[in-house]
């Protein structure tokens, strides 16, 4: 009877410990594994949020005038890196401006000024110095030229009908004639009088046109200040109106 009730029984060691055992794999899994599960679901959510800034949006806040009356200072815009393969004329888009309307340095063009940018960016804060926001008025090829007898600005000879233009403003002061080179464009802000854009630039290399691969993308929206919020339209790829 003293080896039957034993516990140093064999067989009753055998079939105990795995009891034990498991018992406690059982309450190291109800403690750990939701945890993982939690931690799992936020690297997607990470994941995710990143991919759709790398590759559909980005937020960027309006630092100047110039572009009132249709874009504010203070105002955060959505900006769509889907219609950069499509771009029109009278789209206001956000490019970069290094090595056109910016010197290209080394200390602008290194990889951590190009993260801390991008992480810039997808905060909704300023990006960068060399980020610009304007208004597409020509596309490659085009023959854009200022001012015509009534002191519009046209393309191919056809005038723009440039609703746009904050009030007060000329749609410009500035005199130019520019053929828009293939894969570039040229670009305005809306507040004419108080823009730094292609007409700045008419004597560099390009005459002030930017890159299409510069583009960062197209403002979509201004989704703050609330009551700011609204869609930004996108331009015509045609010239209204005769010659």
């Not at 951590?112 to 909704?124: H, I, K, M, Q, S």
């Not at 046209?154 to 005199?175: C, F, H, I, K, N």
């Not at 929206?221 to 700011?228: C, D, I, L, Q, T």
Request: proline fraction near 8%.
């Amino acid at each position: 009877m003293r080896q039957t009730a034993s516990s140093a029984d064999p067989c009753i060691a055998a079939t105990g410990a795995p009891v034990v055992v498991s018992a406690q794999v059982e309450h190291d899994d109800g403690r750990v594994g939701p945890a993982l599960r939690l931690l799992g679901w936020v690297f997607a959510v990470v994941v995710s949020v990143a991919l759709v800034r790398i590759l559909l949006v980005q937020s960027f806040v309006i630092p100047s005038a110039s572009m009132e009356p249709t874009l504010q200072v203070g105002d955060r815009v959505l900006v769509s890196r889907l219609d950069v393969g499509s771009v029109r004329r009278g789209d206001v888009v956000v490019f970069d401006g290094r090595g056109v309307f910016d010197a290209d340095d080394a200390a602008t063009s290194s990889p951590l000024v190009a993260a801390g940018r991008a992480v810039a960016g997808a905060l909704g804060a300023p990006a960068g110095q060399s980020d610009y926001v304007k208004r597409v008025v020509g596309l490659p090829g085009e023959r854009v030229a200022c001012c015509d007898a009534q002191g519009r600005v046209t393309v191919d000879g056809r005038p723009l009908d440039e609703e746009y233009v904050a009030a007060g403003d000329s749609p410009s002061v500035v005199r130019f004639d520019v053929v828009v080179p293939p894969g570039r464009l040229f670009v305005l802000g809306d507040h004419r009088s108080d823009s730094g854009d292609s007409r700045g630039h008419l004597g560099d290399p390009g005459g002030g046109t930017v890159p299409v691969d510069n583009l960062v993308g197209r403002v979509a929206a201004v989704w703050w200040p609330f009551g700011r919020a609204d869609t930004v339209p996108r331009g015509s790829q045609r010239v209204p109106g005769p010659p």
